[in-house]
């Protein structure tokens, strides 16, 4: 496979956990199939797992693993898995992981050597701790990935998407594009919320995905405008 492309994939974060990263991440996998590339989606570090025969199993990793172009094996698609649902690192010390980078970044490179593009998704927002001294920020640093934003549109979103934004841009990694995703039906004055963040935000709005009971990948792929930029 030829690697001399700009990229390898983009790193999908969001301004907090429920703003639908797992969606918009399938989305953009459906989206690049379209265009005749293979891909493969990887959760890193997941939380809130079901014990099943073949051990610990993620809902959101399992359904990047059914979209991706080719059957990895589920622990390349999510290294770290935790049963309960809370924060990765104290899963992880409850367990007597240690969360290392650098395993996930070998998980990452068997998946960058048979396909296109790999969209990694986060758990939680940006600065989500995995140890003690390290949050999924430095994952996507290491992984050295364009970052895509979802933001949850609801009150208090611009807050949370500039203080997302602005340590993103201070970690030293590009900002490739932003979601703006209605999580709240009840939302208020929606269209200059988004207006306000595009002044603010110097990357392109991808797609601004309306409200929906039930979200899906179709509903928010029918949104989604990667023809913003190169992918």
């Known amino acids: 496979m030829n690697h001399t492309q700009m990229h390898t994939g983009y790193f999908i ?3 907090d956990t429920g703003v639908g990263k797992t969606v918009c991440t399938l989305a953009l996998m459906a989206a690049l199939k379209d265009q005749g590339l293979t891909v493969a989606g ?4 997941s939380a809130g ?7 610990l199993r993620n809902d959101d990793a399992e359904q990047l693993l059914k979209a991706s172009s080719i059957p990895f094996s589920y622990n390349t698609i999510n290294p770290y898995a935790f049963k309960p649902a809370i924060a990765p690192h104290i899963a992880a010390d409850q367990q007597g992981v ?9 998980q990452f490179d068997v998946l960058r050597a048979q396909v296109d593009r790999v969209i990694v998704e986060g758990a939680g927002g940006w600065l989500v701790p995995i140890s003690s001294g390290q949050s999924l920020a430095d994952v996507a640093c290491a992984l050295q990935l364009p970052v895509i934003m979802v933001v949850g549109m609801r009150i208090g979103c611009i807050n ?4 997302t934004y602005n340590h993103i841009q201070a970690s030293g990694v590009n ?7 209605q999580v709240d039906n009840s939302m208020t004055a929606l269209d200059e919320n988004i207006h306000y963040l595009t ?7 991808l797609a601004t995905i309306y409200y929906t ?14 023809t913003r930029r190169t992918f």
């Open 160 to 163: 949370h998407a500039l203080l």
């Open 13 to 15: 974060t969001g301004t």
């Open 98 to 106: 240690e969360i290392q980078i650098s395993h996930i970044h070998k």
């Open 213 to 226: 009971l039930a979200p899906q990948p179709d509903w928010a792929l029918k949104h989604l405008d990667i």
């Open 199 to 205: 002044q603010k935000i110097h990357a392109p709005l």
């Open 42 to 45: 990887m959760k890193p570090v």
């Open 49 to 55: 797992c079901n014990q099943t025969a073949k051990g």
């Open 175 to 181: 900002v490739a594009g932003w979601v703006a995703n």
